[in-house]
């Protein structure tokens, strides 16, 4: 009896464990509000030739491992059709090193990327992105026409709507939406505009 009742006890908390694992990693962060047209006073130099993707990732956050994946599986079908910028936030008080994480490095080593440190989140805040893996496509006249994330949960990597998104604007010119949720760490600590230090584990910044 016992047995009995240590063994259904033990399932309801298993379940409700991954119910809550679950909905944590389906839940998306804030979308932030991205400037209609290119930020005029972001330090990102912008070519009219083709469009310009920017990519936002805070660089302790391990759900934007499968953002960094996403981003080299879309730079494998659209080499020379857009220009890329990953920024990497990075509080001004802390090391000059301590954005240059596995994240930074894997980037770097992504074929037409390019990556620069976002010192105390200035850019972000030009582009009104909170959420680490936070996308925004500018087509060739500094006009916005996506905004969002490339994978399909927290840490998940695979097919997702982002990235389908951004390739077919890339390679037809239109796509069917213009917005996904995006699946990160907070950019900034909630409340102000201060850059989170710390990465998401299941526990919000203070």
Not at 12 to 25: F, K, P, R
Not at 96 to 110: F, G, P, V
Not at 118 to 130: K, M, N, Q
Request: net charge neutral.
């Amino acid at each position: 009896m016992l047995f009995a009742i240590a063994t259904v006890l033990w399932l309801s908390l298993a379940g409700a464990g991954i119910a809550c694992t679950w909905s944590y990693q389906n839940t998306p962060g804030n979308p932030g509000q991205p400037p209609a047209a290119w930020p005029n006073a972001s330090r990102i130099r912008r070519t009219s030739k083709i469009p310009t993707l920017v990519l936002m990732i805070h660089p302790h956050c391990p759900c934007s491992r499968a953002t960094i994946g996403e981003l080299a599986v879309l730079m494998a079908h659209a080499q020379g059709l857009v220009d890329v910028h990953v920024l990497f936030v990075r509080p001004r008080a802390f090391a000059k090193d301590w954005e240059q994480t596995d994240l930074w490095n894997s980037a770097a080593r992504i074929p037409g990327v390019k990556i620069m440190t976002d010192e105390d989140g200035v850019e972000a805040g030009l582009f009104g992105s909170l959420t680490s893996g936070q996308a925004m496509l500018y087509d060739t006249n500094s006009r916005l026409v996506f905004s969002g994330g490339i994978t399909a949960a927290r840490g998940h990597a695979g097919d997702n709507e982002g990235r389908s998104t951004i390739l077919s604007w890339l390679t037809a010119g239109t796509a069917s939406s213009k917005q996904t949720a995006v699946f990160g760490c907070p950019l900034f600590r909630p409340g102000n505009e201060k850059p989170a230090e710390e990465f998401c584990n299941g526990i919000h910044p203070k």
